[in-house]
């Protein structure tokens, strides 16, 4: 059975770091590239970042970029977020995903909510 | 970026109606579109990719079509299991971008 499941959310302070993990089983996970997708409270889907299956490829939204860092280890089957400079606005539920074909996200985790409040 | 534009936001319908919901991108994105279904303190769940292709394990009464800017999400015969929000998405390019969602409601 195909799993990802999300870790290390929590509450931090305006400027802080958080670094959020997907672990991940039932699929050869270097073959798959992997996005975090974030849905703030009572709104919709924001995409975040991707990343390739072997690493070497990454995308951001411009809202996040030069802020958050996707990367991955594919010896431990686990896709991490590292959320540096936080702000009030990135307060949501971080989704990890797992690509099927392209930008298609077939599996997703339950979610780990990130809050940024002081 | 490319922009989606659902419509309409909600709908209101019942179990057995037949039901529509629009997506137009703010370019040509070819087929390259999937819809998901969310429901409350869910995860998304995978519906309809590459525009019209129905995911492993979806039942049939939900189907895509379109191509280019504009897209539709067609469900049949609704079941109460299918009152939800419905997102589209694009995988034309990055960024990925969604929808702002179409509340199902009773």
């Known amino acids: 059975e195909v799993q990802v499941l999300e870790s290390g959310g929590g509450l931090v302070q305006p400027g802080g770091s958080l670094r959020l993990s997907c672990a991940a089983s039932?699929?050869?996970?270097?073959?798959?590239?992997m996005s975090w997708v974030r849905q703030a409270p009572g709104k919709g889907l924001e995409w975040v970042s991707e990343i390739s299956g072997s690493g070497g490829s990454t995308y951001y939204a411009d809202s996040v970029k030069g802020r958050f860092t996707i990367s991955r280890d594919n010896s431990k089957n686990t896709l991490f977020l590292q959320m540096n400079s936080l702000r009030a606005e990135d307060t949501a539920v971080y989704y990890c995903?797992?690509?099927?074909?392209?930008?298609?996200?077939?599996?997703w985790g339950q979610g780990s909510l990130v809050t940024v409040s002081s | 970026d490319i922009q989606m534009t659902q419509s309409p936001s909600s709908v209101s319908a019942s179990v057995g109606d037949r039901v529509t919901i629009t997506c137009r991108a703010s370019q040509s994105i070819s087929s390259w579109l999937a819809w998901y279904q969310q429901k409350p303190g869910k995860a998304p769940k995978l519906l309809i990719y590459a525009a019209s292709s129905l995911q492993s394990g979806v039942p049939s009464r939900f189907s895509g079509s379109g191509s280019g800017t504009d897209f539709t999400l067609t469900i049949t015969s609704l079941q109460p299991e299918d009152f939800a929000t419905y997102y589209c998405q694009q995988a034309n390019n990055f960024p990925r971008t969604f929808g702002q969602g179409t509340k199902l409601e009773i």
């Open positions: 039932g699929f050869t996970f270097s073959n798959s590239a």
């Open positions: 995903a797992k690509d099927i074909l392209a930008g298609y996200y077939s599996e």
